[in-house]
């Protein structure tokens, strides 16, 4: 089994700064990209920022400039920094991850979850 945990979310002003943090377990042969979204109520999910298992990263235009994505591979684990937080960053965030396993002598790649972790900005 494989899970990802995040962590990191709440309540925060305005202006503020989080900073979320997701960590893969279980059985991995290997973390491909790792990324989060995030879902705003009546809203669909959208990409916030990805980051390639060698370091190169993607952001949504909304964000660029005010979060930071960032892993550790020895930790199997990815982070978001977000500063500048306004009130439409509200939302619940979720961890993405493609996740390399072994299986029957080979490999298979599928993509894995958490369970969001909620981020609500007050003004």
């Known amino acids: 089994q494989v899970q990802l945990v995040e962590s990191g979310g709440g309540l925060v002003q305005a202006g503020g700064s989080l900073r979320l943090s997701c960590a893969a377990s279980?059985?991995?042969?290997?973390?491909?990209?790792m990324g989060w979204y995030r879902q705003a109520p009546g809203k669909q999910r959208e990409l916030v920022a990805s980051?390639?298992?060698?370091?190169?990263?993607v952001y949504a235009d909304s964000v660029k400039g005010r979060f930071t994505i960032s892993r550790d591979n020895a930790k199997n684990t990815v982070y978001l920094e977000l500063n500048s937080l306004k009130l439409e960053d509200t939302g619940v965030y979720y961890c993405?991850?493609?996740?390399?396993?072994?299986?029957?002598?080979?490999?298979?790649?599928?993509?894995?979850w958490g369970q969001g972790t909620q981020v609500t900005v007050s003004s």
């Open positions: 993405n991850a493609g996740i390399t396993r072994a299986r029957g002598g080979g490999y298979y790649t599928k993509d894995y």
């Open positions: 279980g059985s991995i042969f290997r973390i491909n990209a």
């Open positions: 980051i390639t298992n060698d370091g190169r990263t």
